[in-house]
């Protein structure tokens, strides 16, 4: 736990360097913007706060049924028909009483009530983490696709470009006798291939730019390159380590495995005595119609008044008592049982992520070496065959080596980083916490609505209306393919 504070600041600076570096007089976007952005604005994510805000409520909800009770009943009646017999019966009468409950003790049922809806609020808590750092990981995912697809569109549009001048030597070279028509079919099937590479490059973009407008609110405009990712693990059994300890949904189950505890201990309370005390008050007035003609003999208005204490000791309830406690047993092992089911789905996530990163980090070495040897082989098969020492089919099976490189490499440095940060969400480290976001006053903090609820007994209390805050997309165009021209290939 000491280890996240410096990570976090880490994290924060490479985020804030990332922006830093990358300023210009034209309108970027950076990961940062992304993350908060949708960090303020995800639907998702704004649901899981107002459900924890819900989950909160709980515990002054078990915590009323220890607390005394207050009620008033009014009563009117007209006695439309008198008893013959009943020489005093009134014709009318007002009662209203007054009655005090002040429980003393329920076997349990409140106490284990209440911390069991404690333990929820608290793996409710655990799971908005949880809620966050997939978010987010979606969110980076998302953006690294646009990445990594607007550089596939413009490797794409440049193969189609030379595709297209190569066809046009072609074409030249065959009208002077120097090549044949074998030649010419050959460039116009690369190049019908590649534009249709082209098309669906274009769509995939498309496709990659609408996920992040459905992520983050607001459209891409100029995605900067993202810093590096600090805080990765040395080996994947350190990395296992932290998760362990960090997990949200590992944490968040334990938790619920505590309060599914507490809920077997409540259930067994319905067994034991319970004792309360009891004050009464009641008014009544006939309006002078009590005794008929001797109405005056009678008082027309009287009050009483009472107090006790009632101890209530259930002998039979038909086995219910029992079922209830047998079924919370079994829901509390099963609780423990998605404890462990949890713990295995974290280290799983933790040694696939950390196998990814480590197996995309290789390959885009690999790719760097490929994409400068296939360079280098394209000049070289250019040069032999403007000598006639190679054919066209050697050129443009060299192109698309060198295509494919650099599409490769692309790939390989999206998926590295979407690997790296799945890896430190799995551990615990990828949340609005680790990104610095206090700094802005923008952490969103579970803690502050439970203790704001928590103590409240006020019957007419109430919140505001409840209004959504996350952002709509429809009044955000419909994406395109379009992207800005580079000076250099992507990937050189």
């Known amino acids: 736990m000491q280890s996240r504070a410096p990570q976090k600041r880490m994290f924060r600076l490479a985020m804030l360097a990332g922006a830093a570096a990358i300023a210009s007089p034209a309108q970027a976007d950076t990961l940062r913007e992304a993350l908060v952005g949708a960090y303020q604005t995800n639907p998702t994510l704004q649901a899981a706060r107002a459900n924890q805000r819900a989950t909160d409520e709980n515990v002054p909800i078990q915590r009323a049924s220890g607390l005394p009770g207050v009620s008033a009943t009014a009563t009117h009646i007209e006695f439309l028909k008198r008893s013959a017999n009943s020489f005093t019966a009134p014709e009318r009468n007002l009662s209203v009483g007054v009655d005090l409950g002040v429980p003393i003790y329920s076997g349990g049922a409140v106490k284990n009530a209440v911390r069991a809806a404690k333990q929820r609020v608290t793996a409710g808590q655990a799971n908005l983490r949880g809620t966050e750092s997939a978010i987010f990981s979606f969110v980076v995912a998302a953006y690294m696709d646009v990445i990594r697809n607007e550089a596939i569109v413009g490797l794409s549009t440049n193969q189609v470009e030379v595709l297209s001048v190569n066809l046009q030597a072609t074409e030249d070279r065959f009208e002077i006798g120097d090549l044949t028509r074998t030649d010419i079919a050959q460039s116009q099937s690369r190049l019908a291939v590649a534009q249709s590479d082209l098309r669906s ?137 998605q404890v462990i089911e949890a713990e295995r789905d974290v280290i799983a996530q933790v040694r696939a992520s950390y196998s990814s990163w480590q197996a995309a980090n290789a390959i885009i070495e690999s790719s760097l070496s490929a994409v400068s040897a296939a360079e280098l082989s394209l000049e070289g098969v250019r040069a032999e065959n403007s000598i006639g020492n190679r054919t066209i089919l050697d050129v443009l099976n060299a192109e698309q080596e060198l295509l494919s490189a650099r599409v490769q490499l692309v790939t390989a440095r999206r998926n590295a980083y979407v690997a790296g940060f799945t890896l430190l969400a799995a551990m615990g480290k990828a949340e609005a916490r680790d990104l610095g976001l206090e700094d802005e006053g923008l952490l969103y903090d579970p803690t502050l609505n439970y203790e704001r609820v928590k103590g409240r007994i006020w019957d007419w209390d109430s919140d505001p209306e409840p209004v959504a805050v996350s952002t709509r997309t429809v009044d955000i165009p419909a994406s395109n393919a379009e992207i800005q021209t580079v000076e250099s290939q992507p990937g050189n």
């Open 201 to 337: 490059a274009q769509a995939n973009l498309i496709l990659a730019r609408e996920n992040y407008i459905q992520l983050v609110g607001e459209a891409p405009d100029n995605l900067q390159p993202p810093p590096p990712l600090p805080g990765l693990p040395d080996n994947v059994a350190a990395a296992i380590d932290i998760a362990l300890e960090n997990n949200p949904d590992l944490i968040a189950a334990k938790e619920r495995a505590d309060a599914a505890r507490f809920d077997a201990k409540a259930a067994g309370a319905s067994r034991m005595p319970t004792v309360s005390l009891f004050a009464g008050g009641d008014y009544s007035d006939f309006y002078g119609t009590l005794g008929g003609p001797t109405s005056a003999q009678f008082a027309q208005t009287e009050t009483t008044a009472n107090a006790g204490v009632q101890i209530s000791i259930p002998i039979f309830q038909g086995g219910r008592p029992a079922a209830l406690k047998r079924q919370a047993q079994a829901r509390s092992t099963a609780a423990l049982e």
